[in-house]
């Protein structure tokens, strides 16, 4: 272990696992997930970008330790979250004669980690499963904490499982090299720890947002925070059936704008529709009284101030209107008895779910934020 490394622990007691967050640590990993999983072999599933860049290193690094390994990799991008893809990652781990007590790694964003964590799900009822998160956003939300899948067509991560990994490697090094526009959309996962419930936090970014972007110690602060965030919350509610649902602040929104713009990420990453859907819960809430106006342009400035898109009409090439977002909103996975479930916002930091919210008060909403110039 480095001296350097930070490691935020999940205690789920058999499941538990540790995050490790430092810089160089794909070039470890095979001592990392040797020691994590004694004598298994390595399904390497990852995407074409990746290939090129990381994946190298992770070979030597496997071969240094004497793990066998082999690879299956994907295109790049949202529509990857797919049964095709799934089928081929499935085939290809099995043909790979990976056997049970083998693991599935996940080296990527976090489709890459969706659906390799599903295939590590399924396959021989059960493999082990390390995510290599190489996104921020991967980072800080979608390899902590046990949620796989796909999509369907009829919404966004609809079929999937949980499925606890056995560790997560944060190397916050590859994050340089991440596109701009795919750092700043990891970014408004990180101002939702903040939005939850640690309004500290949120200051703390609204000041240090610049070092964050920049690579500095700040950064690394930023992702370990965000990763204990989300650990406290799963190790409370590993299912979702209470209060993890309320890491999907801002999510019915961003889901039903992703549904419609048919997971294009030319026109709309992920990320960037949860900064919209993050403004939407703040701006929803003060439409029914919940908070304050001044507490939702808080949270639009603040997003708008790092680069993200904060309003529907902001969507590259958006032709939907209000009934078609909230017929997408009933897809969504928190819809109980066909009833919509919102989280939303008393102040930032102070967010809470709201069940049975009415359709015609969200109908009302959206006409009046797709009005807005």
Not at 225 to 230: E, G, I, L, N, V
Not at 247 to 257: I, R, V
Request: glycine share 12%.
């Amino acid at each position: 272990m480095s001296a350097s490394d930070a490691i935020v622990h999940v205690p789920l007691g058999e499941r538990a696992y540790d995050i490790r967050i430092g810089h160089g640590l794909i070039e470890r990993a095979g001592e990392l997930i040797g020691a994590a999983t004694p004598g298994a072999a390595c399904a390497i599933v990852t995407d074409e970008n990746l290939a090129r860049t990381h994946l190298p290193a992770l070979e030597r690094s496997l071969e240094a330790a004497g793990i066998r390994h082999a690879q299956v990799v994907c295109p790049p991008g949202e529509a990857t979250k797919c049964y095709r893809w799934f089928e081929t990652v499935c085939d290809a781990i099995i043909g790979a004669r990976m056997e049970r007590g083998d693991v599935v790694v996940a080296l990527g964003g976090g489709v890459i980690g969706d659906l390799a964590g599903f295939a590590a799900a399924v396959v021989r009822r059960g493999m082990r499963f390390v995510q290599i998160p190489t996104s921020l956003l991967a980072q800080v939300d979608s390899s902590v904490g046990g949620k796989t899948g796909i999509n369907s067509p009829h919404g966004k991560n609809l079929v999937g499982a949980f499925h606890q990994p056995s560790l997560v490697l944060a190397d916050v090094g590859v994050l340089d090299t991440l596109p701009e526009r795919e750092f700043r959309a990891g970014y408004a996962e990180v101002a939702k720890y903040g939005l939850i419930d640690d309004p500290a936090f949120f200051a703390w970014l609204e000041e240090n947002h610049r070092g964050v972007f920049a690579g500095g110690p700040e950064r690394a602060h930023a992702i370990q925070t965000s990763c204990a965030a989300k650990a406290a919350v799963v190790v409370r509610d590993e299912t979702e059936q209470g209060d993890r649902a309320l890491l999907n602040l801002g999510h019915t929104f961003a889901h039903a704008f992703e549904r419609l713009t048919h997971y294009d990420g030319a026109r709309l990453v992920h990320g960037e529709a949860v900064a919209i859907g993050l403004v939407c819960a703040f701006r929803f809430s003060a439409a029914l009284g919940l908070c304050s106006g001044q507490d939702a342009g808080r949270v639009e400035g603040h997003l708008r101030t790092v680069g993200l898109p904060t309003r529907i009409r902001g969507i590259p090439g958006w032709d939907g209107d209000a009934a078609a977002i909230l017929d997408a909103m009933f897809q969504d996975k928190k819809v109980k008895r066909g009833a919509l479930t919102f989280i939303l916002a008393r102040g930032i930091g102070q967010s809470f779910i709201s069940r049975g919210v009415e359709p015609s008060s969200v109908r009302e909403f959206l006409d009046a934020e797709l009005a807005r110039a």
